[in-house]
């Protein structure tokens, strides 16, 4: 069955430094990955996918995460992190079924 | 800029009361979702589908809750008899695929 970890609870960033929130896959077959990101009382919002091409994919507000096939991860990343970035971040995988199966969640908290 | 809409924000209620949600998808999307939000179970799947058609509820428990799709512009997703237990956040989610999933803000549910 297609499932996603993500190994870390909370992620602790300065502001201005890169951040990386990881997640690992297990899938049959070729994976199709995302990336969503959630602010305190709102909805999730879609952040970026990997269906098929370049390892490296860029999403919304300066977002980018890379596929790795060797490590089945899918690590999200940004170069130069911001306050506002400060929310919950959810990995998903998609399942033959055609359904999003999604981590438990990393908290992201970047600090002045 | 098309969202997804959801009714009512809020919504507290009695044990043994019968609470309906509202979603309208946006327009053009063929898949809509039914999620749940706790702090113990994360992001849970209750049901999807497809133009208009239930692809999959198992997530739901199916004595208490049922959803509907009456139309393509509504969603609902109906609980009878409320328990506490079902006190959580109600996200529904449209799509124009299953790649993309555009969330609404929520139902926060609350059984006393």
């Known amino acids: 069955a297609q499932s996603v970890a993500q190994p870390e609870d909370q992620v602790n960033v300065a502001e201005g430094n890169p951040l990386t929130v990881k997640c690992t896959y297990s899938?049959?077959?070729?994976?199709?990955l995302f990336w969503y990101v959630q602010y305190p009382n709102r909805g999730l919002q879609f952040l970026l996918k990997?269906?098929?091409?370049?390892?490296l994919v860029k999403g919304s507000y300066g977002f980018e995460a890379e596929f790795n096939k060797s490590q089945t991860s899918f690590h999200l990343k940004k170069p130069s992190a911001l306050v506002s970035d400060s929310a919950l971040y959810f990995c998903a995988v998609r399942d033959g079924g055609g359904k999003l199966i999604f981590g438990q969640g990393t908290e992201l908290s970047v600090k002045p | 800029d098309a969202r997804v809409t959801q009714t009512p924000r809020d919504k507290v209620t009695e044990m043994g009361q019968e609470v309906t949600m509202r979603c309208q998808p946006i327009l053009g999307h063929n898949t809509v979702f039914w999620y749940r939000q706790t702090m113990m179970q994360g992001l849970e799947l209750l049901a999807y589908f497809r133009n208009r058609a239930p692809l999959d509820d198992s997530g739901m428990p199916k004595d208490r809750f049922s959803a509907e799709m009456p139309d393509a512009t509504l969603a609902t997703l109906k609980i009878q008899p409320s328990e506490p237990r079902d006190s959580a956040v109600y996200f529904c989610?449209?799509?124009?695929?299953?790649?993309?999933?555009?969330f609404g803000p929520g139902t926060r549910l609350t059984v006393t």
């Open positions: 990997y269906i098929t091409g370049d390892n």
């Open positions: 899938v049959s077959g070729n994976p199709y």
């Open positions: 989610a449209s799509g124009p695929d299953f790649y993309e999933q555009y």
